[in-house]
């Protein structure tokens, strides 16, 4: 290999790390912004689901009597004691 070739390659390889370099500090930050985001959807999606699961048990608690949640009750409390039967 003759010098120039050397140099040459040394130069084509500094070019294209320094391409890699700037598309890394340029790519990181596009990267985290779209992370970002998406986490700010979420949390308006889950705040929106919250509400409407609270609105939903509020109206069932409405629809039920005093009698039928004291019978729910008494079901789900009935049995072994919480133990697990096998």
């Keep these: 290999m003759t010098l120039y070739t050397v140099r040459l390659a040394t130069g084509v390889a500094t070019c294209l790390s ?3 370099i700037v598309m890394c500090l340029v790519m990181v930050p596009m990267i985290l912004n779209d992370v970002s985001s998406a ?3 979420f949390d308006v999606d889950m705040e929106t689901f919250r509400v409407q699961s609270n609105d939903l048990w ?3 608690m409405m629809m039920s009597t005093s009698d039928t949640r ?3 009750r008494q079901t789900r409390q009935a ?3 919480g133990k697990c039967s096998k």
Aim: a neutral charge; hydrophobic letters at 45%.
């Design 18 to 20: 320094v391409g890699a």
């Design 39 to 41: 986490w700010q959807e």
């Design 58 to 60: 509020k109206s069932m």
């Design 70 to 72: 004291n019978a729910a």
């Design 79 to 81: 049995g072994a004691g």
